[in-house]
């Protein structure tokens, strides 16, 4: 392990490198083109098996060990957010409207300098190691299930991953054993009434004024019909209904997300909402369309593979802390592979606590302190050298 530790620390720089250089030109959900290129000419380098178009734009790369033993897989995202970057770094993005404001850039970065290596110690390892690299997880529905049925953890035995994490310092990792992050689902609904002039009501059925209705009774799902020592959250992100002032509205649209952990309060909740809206509606006497788009499950983390990377973290060098959370509302398309294989994933802090303010992610200003990224490779690959140590 300390030989993996200083090699690590010696592709610092490249890994940080890696980074920006993909920050620069970040690509899109479903719209991957260079970024995959980038990834698979990197690891065709190192002499890894290569499969490109996995699932549509993934790439996944195999190491094989200079030993017989079992398959760990890796996992890291590569797409990017339809968000126009607002920081002043030297590397920030060239592309209009489009950044890397979620980490990852820098996902990417942490996994191909580690691919490389692990593939210098390959001799020694005893099995193989999987790197799949995954498209458009910020977009339903995902590239995690169409990458899986395309044979990405065909004779894969466990599966790591990690998120880096800016709300954390840098130097703590969290965790949590069960449900780490939510199941998120989201929903439309269109409200058709009969529009009319603002001086005479009585002659309209005003879909603004039920719309306003639905939002708040829409509220007493969770506050009233959820049990409180459950987790549930319903939002209304949207709410559309453009006119003149003096003119009131025949149609409004509202859109919204659901978050859950439980499978049967994600079925419940979407029962409400629609039994709700049939009844709201019912009352102002018009019609509706109602549209609920499940998302990404309930990211679950099996017990025992989850502690046996935190107890390896905490002797990782610059790991200060390593804290089990609390669960995250936040989706995340990990969620599939979990259902297929065991495995774990973890949050790496990336906080710098020097700066004057951290940006959340999905934030025009987000940004991490790299030293970050050489924590979740010296993670990941001990995780990876031990258990197939281990289980060889």
Known sequence: MEKLYTLLDQAYDEMVEVR?????????????VETPKY?????KKLGHEVRVGVGGRGVVATLRGGKPGQTVALRADFDALPIHEETDLPFKSTVDGVMHACGHDSHTATLLVLAKVLNSMKEEISGNVVFIHQHAEEVLP????????????????VIFGQHIWSPTPVGTIEYRTGPLMAAADFFKVKIQGRGGHGSQPHMTKDSVVIGSQLVSNLQQIVSRRVDPLDSAVLSIGSFEAKNAPNVIADTAKLAGTVRTFKESTREYVEQEIERIIKGT???GDVEYTFEYQKGYSAVINPKEEIEFVMDLAKSVPGV???????????GEDFCYYLQHVKGAFFFTGAQNPEWETTYPHHHPKFNIDEKGMLIAAKTLGVATLTYLEKNK
């Open 20 to 32: 920006r250089y993909l920050h620069q030109y970040p690509e899109l959900s479903f719209e991957e």
């Open 39 to 43: 990834i698979a000419e990197y690891h």
């Open 142 to 157: 995902g590239g995690a299930i169409a990458m899986i049925e395309d044979g990405c953890l065909d004779g894969v035995d």
């Open 281 to 283: 509606c019912m009352t």
């Open 320 to 330: 200060t802390a390593v804290n089990e959370c609390e669960p995250q509302m936040g």
